[in-house]
């Protein structure tokens, strides 16, 4: 499962490196192209309801290989049009939501046998999400602008190679994926969500959650904003190449790295809720400031404050995470867990669609600004919102420190 992810992850990396250039190309509406990479997150709060439902139960094996055979399919299809001079924007939203589709179910594949019993056994699992990124950011990014700038269509074309590659990685498994522990089969209890009729689960928050969920999806949109016009913003107002976004890509996502491991030191020194407030401070602070130091003179300041913009991004992403649990009192897993992702993962695509209407009228550059102020509301609404002292029980404790 680790080549899998691996190679995986590779593939994604070059496919979004390159989706959203061959948008650019098409056309410089803020609104198009922002579409296309709305598309490409759009399935993730879909499947995270999905995933807990009876037909997703199946061998993990089998919905990891789905996964990467239908991004195959698709970056195949975009691959062929693109090479005939055929595509179009209404087929790279297609496109991105049969790729989106299929990153979700593999993710959803890939933690459910990361948490089942055993799921740690010799050439079960390993690290499936650590590789996954390992492959997005050090490879797949940078490479997919440095082949899309020898011609369009051949990142997605290698992509048919390194998605199948991936599948057989997964579908020859030597032994299938462990299924993940039993959920919860009722809607009695005090937990907040649970699993009703053949196994749709009831999106309703665990009580003491709403008030991190709101923040951390208004956090969410305001980051999807950002990357949503983001190629615009690198290629017209930085002046950057397709070998230069996908290295830009790449640097905003280590800069995200260094963010969630610095999350447990920040929530250290000032607590969970300031260290919330204090991360998406930052992150608005960081693409404020690109949007209003962007130039093609100067790129390098502009990608500096994107990276303080993105670390401070997923370091909140982290602590509302831990906050999550303690606004419970308790460890917030399986169907309340799915309720979380749900409404954050919705705000992935709303932001992208609101940016894009916004850079319409305003511009990227202000709309980039907006994205920062959006998060600055954030950290606002989280210190007014986010209660400021709540018992942490042992258990929410060590789950907060992962």
């Known amino acids: 499962m680790r080549r899998s992810s691996l190679l995986a992850g590779v593939g994604d990396g070059m496919v979004a490196t390159a989706l959203a250039l061959l948008a650019a190309g098409l056309t410089r509406d803020p609104l198009s192209v922002a579409s296309v990479f709305a598309a490409q997150h759009l399935p993730w709060a879909v499947v995270a309801v999905a995933g807990h439902s009876t037909w997703v139960d199946a061998d993990r ?10 991004r195959a399919v698709a970056v195949a299809v975009v691959g062929l049009l693109t090479l005939a001079g055929a595509e179009t924007v209404f087929l790279l939203v297609v496109a991105a939501l049969a790729v989106g589709l299929g990153e979700a179910l593999a993710d959803q594949a890939e933690a459910d046998a990361s948490v089942a019993p055993h799921a740690s056994s010799p050439g079960n699992v390993g690290s499936p999400r650590r590789n996954a990124m390992l492959g997005l950011a050090v490879i797949g990014f940078p490479l997919g602008g440095l082949v899309y700038e020898v011609a369009a269509a051949l990142p997605f074309l290698l992509d048919v ?11 020859t ?3 299938p994926l462990p299924r993940p522990p039993a959920r919860p089969r009722s809607n009695g209890g005090g937990f907040g969500a649970g699993a009703g009729p053949r196994g749709r689960v009831a999106l309703s928050l665990v009580p003491g959650t709403g008030p991190v969920t709101a923040v951390s999806a208004l956090s969410a949109a305001a980051g999807s904003g950002v990357a949503s016009v983001l190629v615009l913003f690198a290629l017209d107002d930085l002046g950057l190449g397709a070998p230069s976004f996908g290295l830009l890509l790449a640097g905003l996502a280590g800069a995200s790295t260094l963010g969630a491991l610095a999350a447990p030191s920040i929530a250290g020194a000032v607590g969970l809720r300031g260290g919330l407030a204090l991360t998406l401070a930052v992150a608005g602070a960081g693409y404020a400031g690109a949007g209003m130091v962007g130039e093609p003179e100067g790129p390098l300041a502009a990608a500096a404050a994107l990276g303080v913009g993105a670390a401070g991004s997923l370091a909140a992403a982290v602590l509302g995470r831990a906050l999550l649990h303690v606004g419970a009192g308790r460890a917030v897993e399986g169907a309340g867990l799915v309720a979380f992702h749900a409404r954050v993962w919705a ?4 932001g992208a ?6 850079a319409r009228t305003l511009g990227v550059p202000a709309t ?6 959006l998060s600055v509301a954030a ?6 919102l986010v209660p400021g002292r709540v018992p942490v029980p042992p258990q929410v404790g060590q789950a907060a420190r992962k």
């Open 61 to 70: 094996r089998t919905v990891l290989g789905l996964g990467v055979t239908l």
């Open 161 to 171: 190679g390194v998605f199948a590659l991936a599948a057989l990685a997964a579908l």
């Open 379 to 384: 950290a606002l609404a989280s210190v007014v």
């Open 347 to 350: 705000g992935l695509p709303l």
């Open 368 to 373: 980039m600004v907006a994205g920062g102020a």
């Open 353 to 358: 669609l609101l940016a894009g209407v916004a």
């Open 173 to 175: 498994l030597r032994t």
